[in-house]
């Protein structure tokens, strides 16, 4: 069972309400995707923290019903 984009975008809304979130299914098969979410909770984390606070997001879902994603962070411009 794959993961749609609004799946996806609820579970990242939900720990970061004020992210901006761009999502590109890499495949067309809803199962292999690239996210990037740009949001305030990232500064000061270095990249490897952002990524994990992401995948923290889906609970047990990375690896089981979100197949792949690919994630890119970032903070927001001052």
Known sequence: MAMDATQIE???????????IELVDL????????????????RGKSRVEQHKMVFNAFGGQMGSVLHALVVKTAVPAS
Do not use: L
Not at 10 to 20: E, L, S, V
Not at 27 to 42: C, K, L, M, P, Y
């Open 27 to 42: 495949a067309g098969d809803n199962d292999h995707w690239q996210v990037t979410v740009t949001s305030e909770a990232f």
């Open 10 to 20: 609820q579970y990242i809304r939900t720990a970061f309400p004020d992210a901006t």
